[in-house]
């Protein structure tokens, strides 16, 4: 009878030892998926203030260089051209800025065989133009934006001809006309106000009363200041 009752209460003790093993094993796993719960939320409440601290900004400015592919006359063919830009953003709000920008590019006009020329003129061109800017997608570390310009273009298709008039090279006439430019600005932060920038773009002109469709790409980098 004796050996009976210790062989109850040690499966009793066992049972009881192993229901608090389990229910200590549940409270664990409970306050795990607690605390990953509130590591979750404590990561995407940091990320969510990093946003807003990037795109609460109300200036962006910014510059660099670029490579530009450019028509210098009616007859001639495309000419490679280095460029550099520069530009400046007020943003209205996290997504809708006014954008103003400065451009320049420089190249050799490909005159061909000429009489009057024997080697390849340098030939530049500038854009003076505003328009609306737009950012549709806004990240912790990327953002993307698109932007509409117009404004001024001046050429200079004969400064590096020797004195030879652009009539006579078959490149356009040295003026300043309009010009009008889209792109997608491209986006990687660094920081909250400082990022790398990689635009793919076109540029229209329209020297000597048509109109050249020009694309090209700049890249460089981007300052935020302000707040809004």
């Not at 062989?7 to 409970?30: D, F, N, R, W, Y």
């Not at 990561?43 to 450019?70: C, M, N, P």
């Amino acid at each position: 009878m004796f050996v009976l009752k210790l062989k109850e209460k040690c499966v009793a003790v066992t049972l009881l030892a192993g229901l608090m093993a389990s229910g200590a094993g549940i409270v664990q796993a409970q306050s795990t998926r607690r605390e990953r719960r509130e590591s979750n939320a404590n990561r995407q409440a940091r990320i969510a203030r990093i946003v807003k601290d990037t795109y609460s900004h109300k200036w962006e400015v910014g510059g660099g260089g670029g490579y530009l592919r450019y028509r210098s006359g009616e007859g001639l063919q495309r000419n490679n051209e280095v460029s550099f830009w520069l530009s400046g953003t007020r943003y209205l709000n996290p997504k809708l800025g006014i954008e103003a920008d400065v451009r320049g590019a420089y190249g050799n006009a490909k005159i061909g065989t000429n009489d009057y020329l024997k080697f390849n003129p340098q030939i530049s061109e500038y854009a003076f133009m505003a328009g609306p800017s737009y950012r549709f997608y806004a990240k912790e570390k990327t953002a993307a934006s698109v932007f509409a310009v117009g404004g001024a273009g001046v050429g200079k298709f004969d400064s590096g001809s020797k004195g030879i008039p652009s009539s006579l090279l078959g490149t356009w006439p040295s003026e300043t006309r309009a010009a009008f430019s889209v792109g997608l600005n491209l986006d990687y932060n660094f920081y909250p106000n400082l990022a790398l920038r990689i635009t793919p773009t076109y540029l229209g002109t329209t020297f000597g009363g048509t109109v050249q469709n020009n694309a090209g790409l700049n890249i460089g980098l981007v300052y935020r200041f302000g707040r809004n």
